[in-house]
Each structure stands twice: as structure tokens, then as C-alpha cells.
Nanobody, 121 residues
């Protein structure tokens, strides 16, 4: 089994900062692409940032210039620094991991349970 656990969410005021973490563990041969998604109340889940195996990162338009995404392969972890928070950043943030299983080398995508970021106006 593979576990993906997010942490770091909370309640912040507009303009504040937060750092989210995503930790991956379990039956893993290699972690491939890692990504942050978010889902605001009543809206569809959307991609925020994605980082591939070579550490190339892409951001949504709403994240560019304010959010920073990186990964630490030795820890099998990923981080998202959220700066200059806006009310519209309020959402549950999910970590999505593309990985290969240790024994079968089968590719799979695993989601975490999400962490809530609430920004007060």
C-alpha cells in the first residue's frame, strides 16, 4: 500500500503565508510526478502546481508569482509555499502522486486526504 499525507493547512488572513507538506510512504519503487490540486466549495478540483521527476515545475496562472513548489526526493516529500494569500485561495488542497510500485513496477496515481486552507478577507 501507498500512503499520501498532506499537512500544513490552516486559517490565515489575506496577505499571509502558509507552507503545505506532502509525505509519501509505502510500497514504492519510484515517485514520478507530484502535484498539488485544490477544490474550493462548489467548484471543480483544479491543478495548482506540478513537479516532474526532473524537478521541472509548472504552475497555474493563479499560482504563478505567489506559490513555490519543490520536492525532496530523499524524503519522498513535496512542499508548497503559499505567499500573498487571497480569499479566493480558500480550498482543500490535495497532493497527487504518480508512482511505480516496488514489487510489480506498476504505475499508479494516489491522492491524499487533503488539507484545508482558509483565508479570511
Amino acid at each position: 500500500q501507498v500512503q499520501v499525507v498532506e499537512s500544513g493547512g490552516g486559517l490565515m488572513q489575506t496577505g499571509g503565508s502558509l507552507r503545505l507538506s506532502c509525505a509519501v510512504s509505502g510500497d514504492i519503487f519510484r515517485v514520478n510526478t507530484m502535484a498539488w490540486f485544490r477544490q474550493a466549495p462548489g467548484k471543480r478540483r483544479e491543478l495548482v502546481a506540478l513537479i516532474d521527476y526532473n524537478h521541472t515545475t509548472n504552475y497555474s496562472d493563479s499560482a504563478k508569482g505567489r506559490f513555490s513548489n519543490w520536492r525532496v526526493d530523499a524524503e519522498r516529500s513535496m512542499y508548497l509555499q503559499l505567499n500573498s494569500l487571497k480569499y479566493e485561495d480558500t480550498a482543500v488542497y490535495y497532493c497527487n502522486v504518480g508512482m511505480y510500485h516496488q514489487l510489480t513496477h506498476k504505475y499508479d496515481e494516489v491522492w491524499g486526504q487533503g488539507t484545508l486552507v482558509a483565508v479570511s478577507s
